[in-house]
């Protein structure tokens, strides 16, 4: 059995049709928490922010949440691996591997180095092993090499949420606004933590054509075509269905999912965010 926590985000349609079981991280807003998923949606968070200006928190699963996860799973005969939020971002990872002690056999913890889609893309990637017969060894195995060849930029539409996480200065902040500079984000697949890309100069629509041109393009020749994951904070259809395309003609990928992005990533990246994953090539 493939599982994950909920800050690796994948649709609801390629959850069922992957068979893929979800553990709800811990949303915080104000004095009250909520599970992911089933209690509290993207969408609530945003709400939440523009009524209160303040942000949500998000936070692993327990050890004992997480060891219930596991326990039903197991007794129902599975034998679990489960993919957690990166271990640099949040101690989800340490959550799960301490809950798994208690089935060394049965469940085996992987670190996804990674958070939202470009976590999808391995879960995928993982049922599909499973599903064509592979052994546990050799799913857990491929998996890691997948981990290791992730490409995953983000695309800002502005710093709000950064900065009032703690993670931009006044300064980048003020001067992104003033001079209307889109940044963009990646996680080191190395090392597993959040790291600047490019930035983009320009309202948000017209800056995305460069953000997949730069992003894309250059790695059009390497990229491994099976599948592609694009993420969003609540982007508009018409406008995601045109960098689809647009990923298509560059790619030549025909397996291009379109997938909102969670609790986790909105909670600390904001609305209007673009989100463009893959993985190389062995």
């Keep these: ?10 649709s609801p349609d390629l959850v069922k049709e ?12 104000g004095s009250s928490e909520y599970l992911d998923i ?5 969408d609530d968070i945003l709400a939440y922010h523009d009524k209160t200006d303040d942000l949500a928190v998000t936070m692993p699963p327990t050890v004992e949440q997480t060891a219930r996860f596991f326990t039903r799973l197991v007794h129902m005969g599975y034998t679990v691996i489960h993919f957690s939020l990166s271990s640099t971002l949040s101690k989800a990872y340490e959550n799960a591997v301490t809950a798994a002690g208690t089935f060394p056999k049965k469940v085996t913890v992987i670190d996804s180095k990674t958070a939202s889609v470009a976590g999808g893309l391995v879960l995928i990637a993982a049922a599909e092993m499973l599903r064509a017969g592979k052994s546990s060894l050799e799913i857990i195995q491929e998996s890691k090499s997948i981990i290791s060849r992730l490409r995953g930029p983000f ?11 703690g993670r931009a200065s006044t300064v980048s902040t003020v001067l992104a606004g003033l001079f209307n500079i889109k940044p963009s984000l990646y996680i080191d697949p190395t090392d597993g933590i959040m790291k600047a890309g490019k930035r983009f100069r320009g309202k948000f629509q017209n800056c995305t054509p460069k953000f997949i041109q730069e992003y894309v393009t250059e790695a059009a020749d390497s990229m491994d075509k099976n599948h592609f994951m694009i993420g969003h904070t609540g982007l508009e259809h018409g406008f995601l269905q045109d960098c ?16 909102r992005a969670g609790c986790t990533i909105t909670s600390h990246l904001g609305k209007n965010v673009l989100v463009l994953c893959w993985y190389t090539k062995k």
């Design 1 to 10: 059995m493939i599982t994950c926590d909920s800050a690796l985000d994948l």
């Design 18 to 29: 992957y068979n893929i079981r979800v553990l709800p991280m811990i949303v915080r807003m």
């Design 38 to 42: 089933e209690e509290a949606t993207p």
């Design 155 to 165: 695309l800002l539409d502005d710093m709000e949420f950064l900065y009032k996480g």
């Design 244 to 259: 689809k395309t647009e990923i298509e003609r560059i790619s030549g990928c025909k397996n291009i999912h379109i997938v």
